[in-house]
């Protein structure tokens, strides 16, 4: 794939920033600092990174409850989504949104939510309001494979094709609905095929290549650009840890988890540069240190920020008409 | 600088954790992102990772410490930098020495059996009833602690703080008691063993029923001439397990598959036929041997069981009554019992329920009669043997009961 040196240094980095971001919250969230759930993304940066790296800065997107990787994916600052974990008022949602609820208009991210199959509805209404509007924008919607079987789907890629919305659908297939396996929950290997009965085109990705990823999501997000609708993204990539937080995985043999970790899309997208000259140990170094700073920056940033007044609990929640 | 190991809030609603093992010892080398120990929550046991990578401290927080979320039960050290300090809440010790070594550590299989098995209710109300849980022995599968056990301890233990702590003249201590009064009974070895060997039983050999009805009519008639004999000869009473044993005996010995065990992954067919016949005792249950039944006259059966039931009743049983079954037969009949499952009596693969025997109407050749009858229900361990094979012995057994006089003159 032709891309240019920056680009493939600005992809490296997001993919880092998640991750030492993620790694952070997750030691934070063990000392007790951070209030509700961790469902971490790890293991499955290169599908957010892939996909927003192809995105132009006005398009969309919405995330999931696994979704601190779109957000930062998107262009969000670690600051400010730390403080937003940590329920502090300089979160980007003064703190009411929290790990799963994470929005920002101004960044393009409609938002994160905790119901599964939740944001394919809006994301593809979005789309739909672009149409209308002519603006020339794209949405990238981001679900599990676990919600490929809510009826949300089926309704949205439906009209979604028939309409021809500029949308993206992207299928983060951890393998994993929680605890119920993917395997046991919709009976194809290629999850893609579904694609066929809505008349759309449809990719089985390696999620953990963020170059495969990039060059799929660019064509797609073409494609739904230039008015010939939506595609189905099918971004393989597994689970590296559990459900959320403190999930034992019972359900789960240590070989497959093994699996995941010898996949590491960051590990290998690290070894991809160095071993093709395009970085050398000295810029990744550089990089590495300076997300370093950053994570612990966004950090301090959120412990010492205040938290909300709580009088202002009930404002920002309903919009009331003039 | 030591990294702090803490024990961690796993999940927004845990507030406190134990711990059930380290999987490292003290000095090991551990990286980042390794599984360190084990930690039991309200909600589950988990692999807790190693903070960060460099040696384990020599101050870690002994197995069984229960401390809440957040508290620091180590340090993880620099190579040669000495171990901080490590102060528990409640002056809780610490281990100092070089912990025990574990061979079974990240092996992961054999740690589960350490686990202390608490159901989540039970755990709960002994929290609420500030019971300490290492005091009791569950009584649940595998020894998982019921919530029957916490709230019999709790009742045990009640009686001598109650009366210190009740307000003077109190005529209602009971009412410092939060939950209803429970008799406690010491159960004998014989009682502790069945319940052993039950659930051993029903745990792992999948269990099938079959049930048949027996026209009895035959046995009943050969009963009353052999009771008629008997007191002429001073025999004894022959009764209808004496019968049933006799007959079982000649049925096991064309059907072999039925006289088996099943034992890693191996059918082991039994050379003699030694029927186990169950009976309640004063202590509880027990099933003393009619070893090699198939040789035995249906009247040496009788004498054998006369005489077991008897030394049973008395515990004058020897060790040699009791062993090397192979079939069991249980009669609830003189109960007025109709119909039972039993549990198989391990290793054995089968036991012969046995209902009572009673008038019922039957068809024969198209009328309706009455006829003594029995319900017989087989429960059978499926590993052994399968629903036909285990039918067809029914089938002979049904036959010899209706039968009884032609397997009489074929041995006798």
């Known amino acids: ?322 | 600088m030591a990294i702090k190991i803490l024990l961690p809030k796993v999940s927004f609603v845990v507030t406190e954790g134990k711990i059930i093992e380290w999987l490292k010892k003290t000095g090991d080398p551990v990286s980042k992102g390794e599984p360190l120990l084990v930690v039991e929550t309200e909600k589950a046991a988990i692999e807790i990772e190693s903070p960060g990578s460099g040696f384990l401290g020599s101050e870690l927080a002994p197995v069984g410490t229960v401390v809440p979320v957040t508290t620091t039960i180590g340090y993880i050290v620099a190579e040669g930098e000495q171990s901080p300090k490590l102060v528990l809440p409640s002056e809780q010790p610490i281990i100092t020495a070089p912990i025990k070594n574990h061979p079974e550590a990240n092996q992961g299989k054999t740690t589960e059996d350490k686990w202390m098995k608490v159901s989540p209710l039970a755990r709960r109300t002994a929290k609420e009833l500030g019971v300490d849980l290492t005091k009791i022995n569950g009584t649940g599968p595998n020894g998982r602690i019921l919530q029957e056990d916490i709230l019999a301890f709790a009742a045990g233990q009640d009686q001598v703080p109650l009366s210190d702590s009740s307000p003077v003249g109190s005529t209602l201590p009971s009412q410092a008691v939060t939950h209803d009064p429970v008799e406690i009974h010491e159960i004998s070895t014989l009682q502790r063993i069945t319940a052993e060997r039950m659930t051993m039983s029903f745990g792992t050999a999948p269990h099938f029923y079959l049930n048949v009805q027996v026209d009895m009519s035959q046995a009943f008639v050969m009963r009353e001439a052999y009771l008629l004999e008997g007191k002429a000869k001073a025999g004894g009473r022959l009764s209808f397990t004496d019968i049933l044993i006799f007959a079982v005996s000649r049925a096991l010995k064309d059907h072999p598959a039925l006289n088996a065990k099943f034992e890693n992954d191996k059918h082991y067919r039994f050379q003699n036929v030694n029927i186990c016949l169950a009976i309640d005792t004063p202590l509880g249950l027990i099933a003393p041997v009619f070893h090699q039944a198939d040789r035995l006259s249906i009247i040496e059966i009788h004498h054998r069981r006369v005489d077991l039931v008897e030394r049973a009743q008395n515990n004058q049983l020897a060790p040699e009554d009791l062993v090397n079954g192979t079939f069991t037969i249980s009669n609830l009949g003189m109960f007025g019992i109709d119909s039972f499952h039993a549990i198989v009596n391990p290793p054995q693969a089968a036991i012969l329920a046995i209902g009572q025997i009673a008038k019922r109407p039957v068809v024969v050749n198209d009328i309706l009669e009455l006829r003594p009858t029995l319900w017989l229900s087989l429960s059978v361990d499926h590993r052994v043997v399968d629903g036909a094979v285990a039918a067809r012995f029914l089938k002979t057994l049904t036959v010899i009961l209706e039968n009884p006089y032609k397997t009489l003159m074929k041995q006798d």
Request: overall charge negative; charged content about 25%; glycine content about 10%.
């Open chain 1, 1 to 322: 794939m032709k891309l240019n040196k920056g680009k493939f240094s600005e992809i490296f980095e997001s993919l880092l920033r998640i991750r030492r971001f993620e790694e952070k919250a997750i030691d934070i969230f063990s000392a007790g600092k951070i209030p509700g759930f961790i469902h971490s993304y790890i293991g499955e940066e290169a599908i957010a990174v892939g996909v927003c790296s192809a995105l132009e800065p006005t398009d969309q997107i919405t995330g999931t409850h696994r979704g601190h990787g779109h957000c930062l994916a998107k262009g969000m600052k670690m600051d400010r989504m730390m403080a937003e974990l940590y329920g502090k008022a300089t979160g980007y949602n003064k703190g009411k949104g929290g790990s799963m609820h994470i929005a920002d208009f101004s960044m393009g991210v409609l938002g994160c939510n905790g119901i599964v199959a939740g944001g394919i509805g809006m994301a593809t209404g979005a789309a739909w309001g672009h149409q209308i509007l002519k603006n020339n924008r794209v949405v990238a919607c981001f679900f599990g494979d676990g919600a490929m079987n809510r009826g949300t789907f089926h309704e949205s890629v439906n009209v979604a094709s028939i309409w021809s919305l500029p949308i993206v659908y992207v299928v983060e297939a951890n393998g994993w609905g929680i605890s119920c396996s993917t395997e046991d929950s919709i009976h194809i290997t290629d999850l893609s095929e579904r694609a066929k009965s809505y008349g759309i085109p449809g990719v089985n990705l390696d999620g953990c290549d963020v170059l495969a990823v990039h060059e799929a999501a660019q064509a797609a997000i073409a494609r739904a650009r230039s008015g010939q609708g939506p595609s189905l993204l099918i971004c393989n990539a597994l689970r590296m840890r559990g459900h959320e937080e403190g999930d034992p995985q019972k359900y789960r043999s240590k070989k497959d988890i093994q699996k995941a970790k010898d996949n590491d899309p960051v590990t290998r997208f690290r070894s991809y540069l160095l071993e093709n000259e395009i970085l050398s140990k000295e810029e990744v170094k550089e990089i590495e240190d300076r997300i370093e700073i950053d994570v612990n920056a966004a950090v301090q940033f959120a412990d010492e920020s205040p938290y909300p007044d709580p009088v202002e609990a009930m404002a920002d929640m309903f919009v009331v008409e003039d």
